[in-house]
């Protein structure tokens, strides 16, 4: 294939930046920004004579050996004040040199701008005529990944997870000279990953974990499921990649005097075996690069342009419009819902009550009142408000607002009229108003509905605890999934950094949740196939009653599929209906729950199966399944911490698997 003319100008580009900063041994930063918006300064003002004083005081400095400089020089309105601050694992003489390259870059760069910030692999620094030490500033943020995907999103994703909050305790609570952790993980496919964090030292504790919670979450915009990513942000950093980045032994030994030359950066934007073999190429034409030069310059800003606003925060701004529009006032949802009165209660959720709520337009709104502490300050909540807002599918409860004052946190949904499925499906009495046709449509609206949370939406939302009441239905009984995205407005596991927290409802949760806190898509897959299990025979998983045992719908169910009598499971009210689409449901309803998360089917094999019937299904292999733990059957949401006992209470008891028996011959004995 023809290489695009603009690619090979892009090519050239390399090639000339590369020359560039060879002759001028200044690289390019990794990013920077120049703050037009924050005014300019004339030449030869004060204000420039006191910004170049301070810059080479801070690049000469030879007093500081921990990185961080912070800075001013100048009275009244020509004060500057500037940061400077190193990698965590870079050794005093590279540090300077690298603020020396970044104060020449960067006052070339923002010429006349009172503020700027620019970012190498190996230090940051920023000025400005504002004061800015002391202070948290989230923004504004630069992402990077590369191009690489994770062999197990969920795997690697779950371990990074796990590898960036432990890290992001160790680096807030660093000290005064330095906020810096770095380390590693094992992910999945045998691969190794690395991150580092850090924040400016300056910042408190706390300071520092509210800016590196936000650059965690930032993760699941910029590089979710990408082997390497960075976020930078004025106030901290974080980055991480699945080969080795920094100097592991900085931390053990600070003053060590063999230099460690800094690892080769390997995935920035630009990889190096290319540029290598451009260079190779292209070097002696160098005289057409002097032409190719200004059409660069015009490019590369296009192109960081649109890789890094257009994809990144720039564009999560440009979307999100004021959080005025989302935000209602508290007096306006008091009245909608007769100050919080009993008879507007609609239920009680895991997170607090709900109300039925009327707001002066007339329109019907069910407003959710949390009653836990997130965990989140009101910046992180109104951002994560605004971005399970935009979660908009028909089999979504639409999230309207939220309200916050007065230390009261409330969620604005709208109104679906009809309860919630657990109030059909297991009352003796209205589950015969539920006939076939509904229940299936039921079952394909939510499936699909978690297609879109799992795949289709930028946030690639995990619901957790997805059940029976969490399922709401409108006037023409038409699914609607509620309280996802709850993970995101609470920040799960953040109080106490040793303390895993599993919320989700028993009888859902797929084995793995519930043994290890793992989550995944697949852990959704389980609950849905265990809400699939409970539409078609009308039974609760835990608590389903056989004659007079009580056992679990999971287990008899597979029982009785291996033993050829699973429309046993069929709801006795479901007179009419296709036998063949309700034993598939069974199927696939088994499918979904099988122990092995690689063997549950994603959620849009999941519609597939639904939708064809020609699409032959796997033979099921043994679910997981916990019997009769009648002391737990009726607990509703709970959590454990990792250290107590509770986990094993719920070892699964298995039955042998003998799924080759499973006559294929005619799809669904009697
Ligand atoms: C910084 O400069 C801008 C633009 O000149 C000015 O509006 C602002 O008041 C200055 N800030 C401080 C703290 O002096
Ligand atoms: C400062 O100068 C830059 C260009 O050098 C310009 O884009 C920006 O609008 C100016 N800002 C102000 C506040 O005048
Ligand atoms: C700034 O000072 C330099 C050297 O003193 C001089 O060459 C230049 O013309 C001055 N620029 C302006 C805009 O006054
Ligand atoms: C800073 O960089 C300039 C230009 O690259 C160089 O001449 C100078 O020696 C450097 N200073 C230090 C202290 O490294
Ligand atoms: C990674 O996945 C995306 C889509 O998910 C794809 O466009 C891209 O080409 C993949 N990258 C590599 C290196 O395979
Ligand atoms: C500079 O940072 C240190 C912490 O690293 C802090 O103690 C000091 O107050 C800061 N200086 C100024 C002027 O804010």
């Not at 294939?1 to 930063?29: E, W």
């Not at 590279?94 to 070339?108: F, G, K, V």
């Not at 080769?264 to 540029?275: A, R, V």
Request: charge should be neutral; charged fraction near 20%.
């Amino acid at each position: 294939m023809a290489m695009a003319p603009s690619r090979v100008i892009s090519l050239l580009c390399l090639l000339v930046t590369l020359l560039i900063s060879h002759t001028t041994a200044q690289p390019s930063f990794l990013y920077h920004f120049c703050m037009n918006d924050k005014g300019n300064y004339t030449e030869n003002s004060s204000y420039q004579t006191n910004l170049n004083t301070l810059l080479s005081t801070l690049s000469t400095n030879t007093q500081i050996d921990f990185g961080f400089y912070n800075f001013s020089e100048g009275q009244n309105s020509d004060k500057v004040n500037a940061i400077g601050m190193c990698r965590g694992d870079i050794k005093p003489d590279a540090c300077r040199s690298c603020l020396n390259d970044s104060r020449l870059l960067l006052t070339q760069r923002c010429p006349n701008q009172k503020e700027a910030i620019g970012w190498y692999d190996n230090c940051m620094l920023r000025y400005s005529n504002r004061s800015i030490f002391n202070t948290m500033e989230p923004d504004p943020t630069y992402f990077l990944w590369d191009q690489n995907n994770a062999t197990d999103v969920d795997q690697f994703n779950d371990a990074l997870r796990g590898l960036v909050d432990s890290l992001r305790s160790k680096a807030a609570s660093g000290d005064s000279l330095k906020k810096y952790a770095a380390g590693s993980a094992s992910g999945p496919s045998f691969q190794t990953i690395f991150a580092l964090l850090q924040c400016t030292p300056d910042l408190s504790e706390q300071q520092c974990n509210d800016c590196l919670v936000r650059a965690i979450s930032d993760i699941s915009s910029c590089c979710s499921g990408k082997t390497s990513g960075r976020i930078g942000k004025p106030s901290c950093n974080l980055r991480f990649d699945t080969s080795p980045f920094y100097d592991s032994s900085a931390d053990a030994s600070p003053s060590s005097p063999p230099q460690v030359p800094p690892p080769p950066d390997t995935s920035t934007k630009g990889n190096s075996n290319t540029t290598r073999i451009v260079i190779a190429v292209v070097v002696p034409i160098v005289g057409i690069a002097v032409l190719v030069i200004s059409a660069c310059i015009f490019l590369r800003a296009r192109k960081q342009r649109k890789n890094v606003d257009t994809e990144g925060v720039g564009e999560v701004e440009d979307e999100i419009e004021p959080t005025e529009t989302l935000q209602f006032n508290f007096d306006t949802i008091r009245m909608a819902t007769n100050n919080f009165s009993e008879t507007n209660t609609l239920g009680r959720g895991g997170f607090g009550p709900v109300y039925k709520g009327k707001l002066s337009n007339g329109q019907e709104v069910a407003v959710k009142r949390l009653s836990m502490n997130s965990g989140q300050g009101d910046v992180e909540f109104k951002n994560e408000v605004q971005l399970v807002a935009k979660l908009q599918h028909r089999n979504l409860v639409r999230l309207l607002g939220f309200s916050l004052e007065r230390k009261e946190r409330l969620l604005v949904y709208e109104f679906v009229p009809n309860k919630s499925l657990d109030y059909f499906i297991f009352d003796p009495i209205k589950r015969a108003h539920l006939n076939w046709e509904t229940r299936y449509k039921i079952i394909g609206g939510i499936a699909r509905g978690l297609v879109y949370l799992h795949e289709d939406s930028r946030l690639r939302i995990i619901h957790r605890d997805l059940k029976a009441s969490n399922i709401l239905l409108d006037k023409e009984m038409n699914p609607k999934i509620s309280d996802f995205g709850m993970a995101r407005l609470f920040v799960m596991d953040q109080t106490q950094a040793n303390t895993s927290r599993i919320v989700g409802t028993y009888g859902y949760m797929a084995p793995e949740y519930v043994m290890q806190g793992q989550f995944s898509v697949k852990s959704d897959v389980f609950s849905f196939g265990v809400l699939v299990l409970e539409i078609v025979s009308g039974q609760k998983n835990s608590g389903f009653r056989n004659g007079d045992r009580i056992e679990d719908l999971i287990g008899y169910a597979w029982k009785s599929w291996r033993e050829g009598t699973a429309s046993n499971l069929i709801d006795p009210t479901l007179n009419a209906g296709s036998r063949n689409e309700i034993m598939r449901c069974i199927h696939i309803g088994l499918l979904c729950v099988q122990d092995h998360l690689a063997d549950r089917p994603t959620m849009a094999s999941v519609v597939l199966m639904l939708n064809s019937y020609s699409h032959t299904l796997p033979v099921p292999t043994e679910p997981a399944f916990f019997m009769n733990n009648r002391g737990l059957s009726d607990i509703q949401s709970w959590e454990y911490n990792s250290g107590t006992t509770e986990p094993s209470k719920l070892k699964s008891k298995s039955v042998k698997s003998h799924s080759s028996e499973v006559s294929t011959d005619e799809p669904y004995p009697r």
